[in-house]
Each structure stands twice: as C-alpha cells, then as structure tokens.
C-alpha cells in the first residue's frame, strides 16, 4: 500500500512529464529492521517488490541499516559485498544457555582482517531464554567469548555494536569471558591483552 501511494504521488498533477519518463526514477529504500520481525536486508526487498510491482522500470537501490543494535552485522555485511562473509561460533547467551553466535569478518588488502560482532545476536532482547531470566542474572559473558575466540584465530581488529542487548552488567562479564583471570597462585603467568588491538564501538542511540 505504501509503494502504491508513492507511485501515485509522482503521478499526481504537476508531475505528469517527469512521470512520462519515469523511467529515470531512481527509489533508495533503506529502512532499519523490524525487530523481531524482519531483517533490514528483508524489508528491503519486500519494499523493492512492492515498488517493481506498481512500475517495473523504476530502478530501486536497496541499502539496509542498522543503529548498532539489531540488523548491524546484516547491514555491514550486505554493504561490503564479497569483502566480507558470515561465520558463527559456540557461546553463551544472556541467560547462561550455549548458542551459535553469528559474526562477521571483513577482508581488506590494505591491513588485518576486521571482526564484525552484534551484541544483540548474543545477548540480545529477542533471546527468548535470556529475557526469562531475571535480569539481575543475566550476563555479557558472552560477548567475551567470542572476542576470546577471536583474538586466539589473530584477530586484531573489531567492531562492535552494542544495541539491542538485555543485560545491565556494564560489560564486567564481557571483559572476564575476554580475559579470565588466572588461578591467584598462577596470576605472574596471566596474559595481557595483545597490543594493537584496535576497538570500535557503534551504541544504540535508541532510548528504552
């Protein structure tokens, strides 16, 4: 209905000769993802169809996004291309329960590879065994994980985003899942964070 409405708002009086060549019409969507419902990358291509229906020779550029909560890995993923491919690995979620966390990395032939984590495919609101948990019990631990796993392949590089998540620990939990602390009597050989590590963190800006 909303692709519709667009197609008669060009064909409305007063734009009658730009629409006889309307052809070189050219509709970007780029909506954010409907939480708990679609992907951006989805909705899309929903938006494409409904705009191709009503005029076929419209050109629709589709450029999904995300806010640093749900969808971040989906947009980053589909706006790089072949530059970068989708793997997953074993951690825990908010609530305790072991899940295959989805991740990015992105290749560049300029420098080291990048890894594309989304707090809220780990820890996020839509984990249905995590929101089932009190949330004084709910845990980053997670996250830490997977930057773990990570930084032991020679990861060195990351982006995260932090939206979208269910837990209220502050990242504490994060950091110790990252870098667990030795045994007291063993902590001379606890390891430190590698250098040149480099960070970058994308929060949502939506208010709860």
Same mark, same amino acid.
């Given at each position: 209905? =909303?692709?519709?409405?667009?197609?008669?708002?060009?064909?409305?009086? *007063?734009?009658? =000769?730009?629409?006889?060549?309307?052809?070189?019409?050219?509709?970007?969507?780029?909506?954010?993802?409907?939480?708990?419902?679609?992907?951006?990358?989805?909705?899309? &291509?929903?938006?494409?169809? *409904?705009?191709?229906?009503?005029? #076929?020779?419209?050109?629709?550029?589709?450029?999904?996004?995300?806010?640093?909560?749900?969808?971040?890995?989906?947009?980053?993923?589909?706006?790089?291309? *072949? =530059?970068?491919?989708?793997?997953?690995?074993?951690?825990? *979620?908010?609530?305790?329960? &072991?899940?295959?966390?989805?991740?990015?990395?992105?290749?560049?032939?300029?420098? #080291?590879?990048?890894?594309?984590?989304? &707090?809220?495919?780990?820890?996020?609101?839509?984990?249905?065994?995590?929101?089932?948990?009190?949330?004084?019990?709910?845990?980053?631990?997670?996250?830490?994980?997977?930057?773990?796993?990570?930084?032991?392949?020679?990861?060195?590089?990351?982006?995260?985003?932090?939206?979208?998540?269910?837990?209220?620990?502050?990242?504490? !939990?994060?950091?110790?899942?990252?870098?667990?602390? &030795?045994?007291?009597?063993?902590?001379?050989?606890? !390891?430190?964070? #590698?250098?040149?590590?480099?960070?970058?963190?994308?929060?949502?800006?939506?208010?709860?």
């Amino acid at each position: 209905m =909303a692709c519709g409405r667009l197609i008669a708002y060009f064909r409305s009086a *007063g734009r009658a =000769a730009a629409w006889a060549d309307h052809r070189q019409f050219r509709v970007v969507v780029a909506p954010d993802s409907f939480k708990g419902s679609l992907g951006a990358p989805d909705v899309c &291509a929903a938006l494409a169809r *409904g705009l191709l229906r009503a005029s #076929p020779d419209v050109e629709v550029t589709a450029r999904p996004m995300a806010d640093g909560g749900e969808g971040t890995l989906d947009a980053v993923l589909t706006a790089v291309g *072949g =530059a970068g491919h989708r793997q997953r690995v074993s951690v825990h *979620g908010a609530g305790g329960a &072991a899940l295959d966390a989805a991740y990015g990395m992105l290749a560049s032939p300029e420098g #080291p590879t990048t890894a594309v984590l989304e &707090a809220a495919l780990v820890v996020g609101i839509t984990d249905a065994v995590g929101m089932n948990t009190p949330v004084g019990m709910r845990t980053t631990r997670g996250m830490g994980e997977l930057v773990r796993a990570l930084l032991d392949q020679g990861v060195r590089r990351f982006m995260i985003g932090l939206g979208g998540s269910s837990t209220n620990d502050g990242g504490a !939990r994060h950091a110790r899942g990252a870098w667990p602390l &030795a045994p007291r009597s063993d902590r001379s050989r606890s !390891r430190s964070w #590698p250098r040149r590590t480099v960070w970058r963190w994308r929060a949502s800006t939506h208010r709860r």
